[in-house]
């Protein structure tokens, strides 16, 4: 299998989606595409919360371990401000490769964090000397060459110029991150391709366009210089979006008699929660 390092050397774009679920992940392979984000919005989003580091290490790291098993693809783990200092960072590094990611991506955010996105979001920035040593921590714990430590940083988010979110990126590759996460909210994508174009840096570029949805595929790869996309946050809407339909629907029929024809039939989940493979193990070994 290539790894996600050799992948994102290849020159061509690696796309993650995201996924809170190893039924969501198995889809999500299904598709197409060639890596997994373990979103920590989607995770929380999950549990009915916001993002805003409630859920725990433990929660999202047993969710990941479960979608690492169950597809064949790289699993990007979204572990937010490494739940700490560098001390947090290094406990987290080693517990999540072995929980089997393929790369984590560490944001210079103060813990606790706020999302991102949210208007008027609570977005403190360490300095960026404890975010070199957490870098630095980092890559000093991975077991393998092949585990890669992206670097997030918030500069742009937070409110700072582009000068300062290049400053920014430029230490944290110096730091040794294999890649530099570029974060922006605003909704148009021309911000972030001012910094890309201002990029001189010697490691490529990952982007999540959640806010600045006209960043298409085309648009990203002209610029030369980024190796991976994440759609950050379309699984959980596509699943919000498809359930309200579903509950509409059934409670306005009086009944389930017309959308059990729309939906996925029963034999296609049996299909994804492997139950051929059940009916083997038996036929082999059930006396
Ligand atoms: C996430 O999916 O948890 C992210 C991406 O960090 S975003 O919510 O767009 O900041
Ligand atoms: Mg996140």
């Known amino acids: ?47 009915g919360l916001p993002d805003a580091s409630l859920i725990t290490m433990t929660q999202h790291i047993e969710m990941l371990r479960a979608i690492a098993s169950a597809t064949s693809l790289p699993v990007v783990a979204d572990i937010d401000t490494g739940f700490g200092n560098a001390v947090n960072v290094v406990h987290a590094i080693h517990e999540y490769e072995r929980a089997g990611a393929a790369a984590v991506v560490i ?11 949210v208007a008027d979001g609570r977005q403190d920035l360490v300095r960026i000397e404890e975010f070199e040593g957490k870098i630095e921590a980092a890559c000093a714990t991975r077991q393998s060459e092949d585990f890669l430590v992206i ?16 400053e920014r990126g430029e230490a944290y590759a110096e730091a040794g991150a294999d890649m530099i996460l570029i974060h922006s909210k605003q909704t148009s994508p021309h911000e972030i391709e001012a910094f890309i174009e201002a990029w001189g840096g010697c490691v490529p570029l990952v982007l999540v366009p ?25 699984t ?29 039939s029963v034999a296609e989940i049996f299909h994804l929660q492997g139950m051929d493979k059940v009916k083997e193990i038996e036929k082999q070994f059930l006396r």
């Open 236 to 264: 959980v809407r596509a699943i919000v979006t498809a359930l309200r339909e579903a509950y509409r629907q059934i409670l306005s029929d009086g009944g389930i008699h017309q959308f059990d024809k729309q939906v996925a």
């Open 1 to 47: 299998m290539t790894s996600l390092r050799e992948s994102v050397a290849s020159n061509s774009l690696v796309q993650a989606m995201a996924t809170h679920s190893p039924l969501s992940a198995k889809l999500a392979e299904e598709a197409g595409f060639n890596a997994l984000w373990a979103s920590g919005f989607e995770l929380s989003a999950h549990y």
């Open 210 to 234: 959640t806010a600045y949805p006209d960043m298409t595929v085309e648009r990203i790869k002209a610029t030369g210089k980024v190796a991976m996309t994440i759609w950050g946050n379309h």
């Open 151 to 166: 670097a997030r940083t918030e500069a742009l988010i937070a409110g700072l110029s582009r000068d300062a979110a290049l």
């Open 107 to 117: 944001e210079d955010k103060t813990f606790p964090k706020m999302t991102s996105l």
